[in-house]
């Protein structure tokens, strides 16, 4: 018994070390923001000394040479728009498509099973050229695209969901008079509430960090997301300012951060039940 | 009651068909039309046949990327699988702080591909300058680094998985290993494992799919330095695209062949779960 305690003990100190070095990328990082950007390089591991501390002015530069908050403000609007219009069709679909019983339901459901395994490679060339046709190459238009081609997941998860409603329920709302919609918002929305959160906290992440897509849809001179920012930071030839860079790594991290921390359960949940489905 | 609902057909299916047709279907079909032409805009598409696919193969720097990333895919998809799943046994025994373990090692998961890329730049940079080198000067550097970054990134994201696995293991079983006499070593290898199957093959198919479609780490930690050499194919496709005018058509070809290799890994995993499956 006294063995087994200090075995315990024992795997509590090792984890807290290994914990500290798995954080430690994302510390250094949070060091060198504070640094001169001329030293960011020459020694990454060092403690700012009181010459090579700048305070916050990698964080102003960030914020006022690069345009990141717009960005931030981008990033956001596209993440929540696409979301909420993803859950909102792509429940109402799935509903629908496992209700009514046709070929059309069937050949819908196994579409989005397919676009699931398709690589972004594939499309990316002729997306963006069909959004470049469709004026989609806003904010407000690529919401259209994160739907198409975010669909897939959503339905089919959705989808796995909805068979495991016992069907008596909607009869009995739908004998008492409830139209088709009016049974879906009251009664099957609130019942696939769990489906809901793990499907959004899915889809988030994705569009979130996603790179790839907003950078080949969107007009990027004009709307630009976080994670076209920072590879406009970098990529762009010339100076390189590796100062407002670090700031902005560190920017880009913590709403991440605050969002794991406060929906913890909610996202491992999420992650455990996508992974099962895919 | 199929009826009643039939009749909301438009409400209910078109936002989504009408999206998924301008976001996956008809950018899909158009990009296998375009595979076989050659064109700079859609307009001046010109059908060719299968030269686009010959050009492919025959690109140098498309098989290298090829194999590099097939090396990639197996390299990371063992090493992520068996750290995540020591780690998953390990924060499974009774030990003080297993939660704040967990939601430490999956943290990373939750960050984007490009700003990974670049704090592992920084850090892989800090120490080989230690040595008078950098990344951009050799491939393997770039290749383990690429390792290091993914592992970083999905160790935790197994490890969740796997940790449900775990713990859908009946405490039963284990107990009737044990009072029939077996160690700890052969309750983990003749009955945890075997259990365990299902979500081996799930935490497989993500690991190896993921090195295959893995891009947005490519570009951000080494963009294919020195010389195209760390390229993976995901990169080499865009690049194909975007960095050579008149050469659009033999991208969407190497496109089409990324998309049957991903497909095929896809259905092989299919079987190997259903084989699985039939066992339980």
Known sequence: MKMKRTLSWVGTIVFTILGLIYIAPII???????????????????????????????????????????????????????????????????????????????AMYALCAVSMVVPFQMVMFTLSLVADRLRLNTPWGIIIIYLGFGAGL???????????????????????????????????GPIMKPTYISV???????????FLLPYLVLDINKYKTISIVVQYMKGSYGRVDMGAI????????????????????????GVAAGAVKG | MEKAIKKYMPIFVFPTLAAFIIGFILPFILGIWLSFCEFTTVTDAKFVGFSNYIKAFQDPDFLHSFWFT??????????????????ALALTQKMRGTNIFRTIFFMPNLIGGIVLGYIWQLIINGVLAKYNTALALNEWYGFWGLIILVSW???????????????????????????????????????????????????VFLSITNGFK???????????????????????IYNTFYGRVGWEGVGQAKAVIFFIIVVGIGMWQLKATRAKEVQQ
């Open chain 1, 28 to 106: 250094i990082v949070l060091i060198n923001s504070f640094k001169n950007k001329v030293y960011i390089n020459l020694e990454p591991f060092k403690l700012p000394s009181a010459e090579t501390w700048t305070g916050l002015s990698n964080y102003a530069s960030a914020i006022n040479q690069y345009g990141f908050l717009d960005a931030v403000g981008w990033t956001v609007f596209i993440t929540v728009g696409s979301v909420l219009v993803i859950l909102l069709c792509t429940s109402m679909c799935a509903w629908y498509i496992t209700r009514v019983k046709s070929t059309f339901s069937s």
């Open chain 1, 154 to 188: 959503a339905v089919f998860m959705f989808c796995g969901f909805v068979k495991s409603i016992p069907l008596e329920i909607e009869e009995a709302a739908m004998i008492d008079g409830c139209t088709p919609l009016r049974t879906f918002f009251t009664i099957v």
């Open chain 1, 200 to 210: 959004g906290i899915l889809e988030t992440m994705w569009i979130w960090n996603d």
């Open chain 1, 246 to 269: 670090m700031a902005a790594l560190i920017m880009a991290v913590i709403p991440v951060i605050i969002f794991y921390l406060s929906c913890q359960k909610h996202i491992i949940k």
């Open chain 2, 70 to 87: 097939a090396l990639f895919a197996i390299v990371s998809l063992v090493v992520i699988n068996v750290f995540a799943f020591l780690l």
């Open chain 2, 153 to 203: 990134q999905q160790i935790g994201y197994m490890m969740i998985i796997y940790i449900a696995g775990l713990q859908a293991i009946p405490g039963d079983i284990i107990e009737a290993a044990q009072i029939d006499g077996a160690n700890p070593i052969q309750r983990l290898f003749k009955v945890t494992l075997p259990m365990m199957m299902p979500s081996i093959t799930i935490c």
């Open chain 2, 214 to 236: 893995l891009f947005d780490q490519n570009l951000s930690l080494t963009a294919g330095e020195p010389s195209k050499l760390s390229e993976l194919m995901a990169l080499n």
